[in-house]
């Protein structure tokens, strides 16, 4: 039986963020982390009637379910993950001043440096393994919060609603090899990365 999820490959190199997020940490996360999500979110479904569903019907839906909780759930935020970052000087880290999503941060946050703050405050205060998030809600509201272990804002019992356009890991898995226990710094690091053309996309499509 052909698997229903595949690892995506990812949109760069391994070492295309570095040296904001190195090589090494991009070759375990994906390959061996994200990997097992897929490969146990498989198991998970297969000969079941969830065989079939999409992976945003399974978050809905059955998240109950500790199987789908933390292997669905691995598998649509490092999805997410992947794609919202880019190699700095490729896409990564600028912002188009004008563009739709540079004028919805500043409306809904004021300023891009209250927004930066209030997701790195999420970020580093989510205790322990989780997500720190950027979610839009239809009509174009933007929302920071953060879930623990691979929840998200899909799961209707996550504490945080809306779509997830912006996504951070702050597992130690993402970040200890460069950094250990330095979460800020990170986090920090993680802004040279961010994907805000692949953002401003997603935003549109869900707002
Ligand atoms: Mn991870």
Known sequence: MSDTFKLPALPYAHD?????????????????????????LNDAVQ????????????????????AIR????????????????????????????????????????????????GFAQAAATRFGSGWAWLCVHAGGKLEICSTANQDNPLMPDAGCSGTPILGLDVWEHAYYLNYQNRRPEYIDAFWNVVNWAEVERLYNAHS
């Open 70 to 117: 933390n292997n669905g759930g691995g598998f649509y935020n490092h999805n997410l993950f992947w794609s919202v970052m880019a190699s700095p000087g490729n896409g990564g880290g600028g912002v188009i001043v004008g563009s739709v999503i540079d004028k919805a941060i500043k409306q809904n946050f004021g300023s891009w440096e209250d927004f930066k703050n």
């Open 16 to 40: 295309a963020l570095e040296p904001h997020i190195d090589e090494r940490t991009m070759q375990i996360h994906h390959g061996k982390h994200h990997a097992a999500y897929t490969s146990k």
């Open 47 to 66: 000969g079941t009637s969830m065989a079939g569903l999409s992976i945003e019907d399974l978050l809905a839906h059955h998240c109950d379910k500790p």
